[in-house]
């Protein structure tokens, strides 16, 4: 199989912690695919209409894209059980559809600064997508944290890959600030050896 990536991507951070977590990184190539919505990757038309990373090309099938579902292949593929099974399995996609709109909103505000002229760029946009991401934070430091503190999930694996991504590109408007108890957590969870082999490059 083929992993086409960007190793600063957070949703392709949330693929390669499963694959550590589920012992098969052995199992993939990795291949580098510099892709943005404005300069379109070549490698990926062919394979995914929407030129967007992570996706998985594999030997028997068409190629996987959307970071959540390339996670429940692998998962599925792995038997890993990250996905819990009964009721507990909508808690936790649920948790991961949450961090995956903390990335959407984030990635936002990255491309209106990185991308968009500067004269064209509007900061009641940004601002509005951070209203987003402190709404979804003070959700989980006030009613997802047993979930949270509980056995490994992707639900769990989305968050934190969420987290470390507003660390990385937007760390000076503060998400812990009342988030104490999710802090502690992602902290603690930023020591698995599968989140710090998958930091972004500084």
Known sequence: MKLYFSPTSPYVRKVMVLLHETDQLQDVELVTAATTPIDPSEALLAKVPLTKVPALERPDGPTLF????ICAFLNNRA??????EG????DVLTLEALADGILDAALLITY????????KQWDG???????????????????????????LDMGQVAVACALGYLD???????????????AAWCENFAERPSMVATQPPT
Do not use: T
């Not at 009721?87 to 909508?90: E, I, S, V």
């Not at 209106?112 to 004269?119: I, K, S, T």
């Not at 990385?168 to 999710?182: C, M, Q, V």
């Open 79 to 84: 038997k890993a059980g990250l996905y819990q």
């Open 112 to 119: 209106e600064g990185r991308m968009r002229p500067e004269d």
């Open 125 to 151: 946009w940004a601002d509005a997508q951070w209203d987003k991401i402190e709404r979804a934070c003070a959700a989980l430091n006030q009613r997802w944290m047993a979930h949270l503190s509980g056995s």
């Open 168 to 182: 990385f590109r937007h760390d000076a408007r503060g998400w812990r600030k009342g988030n104490d108890a999710l």
């Open 66 to 69: 959307d970071s959540r579902v």
């Open 87 to 90: 009721a507990a399995q909508w």
